[in-house]
């Protein structure tokens, strides 16, 4: 009498199991399956994308900014054809053109920018050192962030141009003045953006530090400033912007003493001898540089620092 038939896994128990290849295989044939393939596939396809991105040039970053402000300026020689207003009062685009051609020539357009940027730059990382270690300890000690919280927010929110009356009379008419006026305008906003940073920080991240032994300095510099670095970084925009506006107030109203020639001192300059292309001229050079710096220097650090953490595909960056 024949014997049943012996199932394959119980002849060969070493073999590959044909049961299971049978049922991936279907699976596979199945229109889910095939889904699926297709999902994964789309997937790679597009982190295959996203890494070429990174490695193009990316023309509508470059080209939308210049197309916005040829946009603008024929708004602006459109309303100057129109002659609404005297030519004297509100001169074309060609005419402060013209006027920043000739402040080239004399030298001035390059000594203005230079002093001016030299001022807010070292004003700026001056008032970086000294706010970074504030702002940390304020953050990690809350007596003292309660004490000290309010008059730093109050500070922030005071015009820094206050500040120029105080510091001629305190430093004269010197670059003291000038740097006073700008840290005043910098560093409370900087120690405000830190300490909202690290609010924003989950709790388990100084849990961590603890469990691996880190001291207080190590949790502050190793643990809580890089996880804080997305408010921290804010605080820094928004520093160099007050210090910025602080300077060229500074530089308009302290004129004279031993105080250079910067930007604010050229717009001044145009107010007293009433000419607007003179005016118009700084106005854009100081609207220029800043435009820069948050291109050259802020735009590419918040962009790393998005793409570091995930958030770049969502930012409109």
Do not use: C
Not at 172 to 177: K, N, Q, R
């Amino acid at each position: 009498m024949p014997s049943n038939p012996t199932p394959l896994a119980e002849a060969h128990p070493d073999a590959p199991d044909e049961g299971h290849r049978s049922v991936h295989a279907a699976l596979t044939r199945s229109s889910s399956g095939r889904e699926d393939l297709r999902e994964l596939e789309a997937g790679l396809d597009s982190l295959q994308s996203d890494a070429d991105r990174k490695h193009r040039i990316e023309w509508s970053r470059i080209l939308l900014p210049v197309a916005a402000l040829v946009v603008l300026v024929l708004i602006w020689q459109f309303y100057v054809s129109l002659g609404l207003k005297r030519r004297d009062l509100v001169p074309g685009p060609l005419d402060v053109l013209g006027q920043i051609g000739v402040l080239w020539g004399e030298g001035k357009l390059q000594e203005a920018v230079w002093t001016s940027l030299q001022r807010g730059l070292v004003g700026f990382l001056i008032s970086v050192a000294i706010a970074t270690p504030i702002g940390l300890l304020l953050a990690q000690v809350a007596p003292l962030r309660r004490a000290f919280g309010p008059l730093i927010s109050g500070l922030q929110v005071l015009p820094s141009v206050a500040w120029v009356p105080a510091a001629i009379i305190w430093f004269g008419l010197t670059d003291a003045t000038v740097y006073f006026v700008v840290f005043m305008g910098a560093i409370p906003s900087i120690i405000n953006g830190l300490i909202s940073g690290v609010d924003q920080i989950p709790p388990q991240y100084r849990r961590v530090g603890t469990v691996l032994g880190a001291s207080r300095l190590q949790m502050a510099l190793q643990v809580i400033l890089p996880a804080a670095l997305p408010g921290y970084l804010g605080g820094l925009k928004q520093g160099w912007a007050f210090s910025w506006r602080s300077l060229m107030a500074a530089e308009i109203i302290a004129v004279g003493g031993t105080i250079g020639f910067g930007l604010g001192s050229l717009l001044d300059q145009g107010r007293v001898l009433s000419d607007m292309t003179i005016v118009m001229s700084a106005i854009l050079l100081i609207l220029a540089v800043g435009i820069l710096i948050e291109l050259l220097v802020f735009g590419p650090i918040e962009k790393r620092l998005l793409r570091s953490r995930g958030l770049l595909a969502g930012s409109t960056r």
